[in-house]
Nanobody, 129 residues
Framework: QAQLVESGGGLVQPGGSLRLSCTIT????????IGWFRQAPGKEREGVAC??????TIHYADSAKGRFTISKDKGTIFLQMTSLKPEDTAVYYC????????????????????????WGQGTQVTVSS
């Protein structure tokens, strides 16, 4: 059974940085697109960043470009977030999807949880002074 466990969330001041981690077990990560999604208060979930498993192409939402960096090391994925803004406040989810070229279509767009296969439980990121 697949398990995705996020960590690294917390409270940070505007302009600060955080590094999120997600440990994935129970599935062969090399055959899944993996990524980060977030849900801000009162909003739907949206895609932030993802890595395609077929060729390693990385996609970012416009809101994340230049500030966030996604990376992968075997069964763990990371999201390095810099220059954080209050509007980055959200629950951040680690996600894995076996259907190629699906996750990237949700970068910067709303997504229903049922649209993607495996979700973690989420980690809270709060950007506030």
């Amino acid at each position: 059974q697949a398990q995705l466990v996020e960590s690294g969330g917390g409270l940070v001041q505007p302009g600060g940085s955080l590094r999120l981690s997600c440990t994935i077990t129970g599935l062969y990560v090399d055959y899944y697109d993996i990524g980060w999604f977030r849900q801000a208060p009162g909003k739907e979930r949206e895609g932030v960043a993802c890595i395609e498993y077929m060729d390693g192409t990385i996609h970012y939402a416009d809101s994340a470009k230049g500030r966030f960096t996604i990376s992968k090391d075997k069964g763990t994925i990371f999201l390095q977030m810099t220059s954080l803004k209050p509007e980055d406040t959200a629950v951040y989810y680690c996600v894995a999807e076996s259907s190629p070229m699906t996750m990237q279509t949700f970068m910067g767009r709303e997504v229903r949880p049922s649209s993607l296969k495996h979700w973690g439980q989420g980690t809270q990121v709060t950007v506030s002074s």
